[in-house]
């Protein structure tokens, strides 16, 4: 049930700096072919303006919507199902960077620190496999470090057992208004809508 998830045993991110988990971790932007698209995405979060970035896209619906609605904010975008990305990008504006890649690596070792005005994570999967856990100590200290002053991180999801692991690696956050949102919501949060679940959740900054 998934009131009774627990967290998985995970990889501690060794001295070496590099992140364990899908799409190869962070080795995988070490290799050359892959540094072009590196260099984009700095081109894309390097033009004037605020930075939202939604971790775990899925369709992209919410973040396609928010890039209509907020047009003065560059989107970023990530998803590891890469077809996922593919299928959505024609239907994304020039204010939105899709791209198809592990939240860990792109926190860990791409972002700049203090560029992202909010980050967004709506229902991340609870998933049994230590090596795709998106939350623990290093993700939420890499999260804070790119936030800039007063950025937001938001967190919604019906896993209760989720939302209490959640809860206990955000000690050094406190709780402040949610950023606007357009109309679009996650295919997840329909869902709970529909069946009125439980939503735990909140958006949160970190403490000064």
Known sequence: AVMSWKPPTTRERGTSGRVPGALYGSLLLEQPKHRATVDAFHAFIDAPGPVALEVGMDNATVLIDHAHTFPDTRWVGLEIRRRKVERAKSAAPENAYLWAMDART?????????????????????????????????FVADVARALAPGGVLTISTDVYGLWMFIEGLLTDWQPTAAPPRGDARSRRERVCRRQELPVYGGSFTPRA
């Open 106 to 138: 792109v926190f860990a070792t791409v972002l700049p620190p203090a560029r992202l005005s909010q980050v967004d994570i709506w229902f991340p999967t609870p998933t049994e496999n230590g090596n795709h856990v998106l939350f623990g100590p290093a």
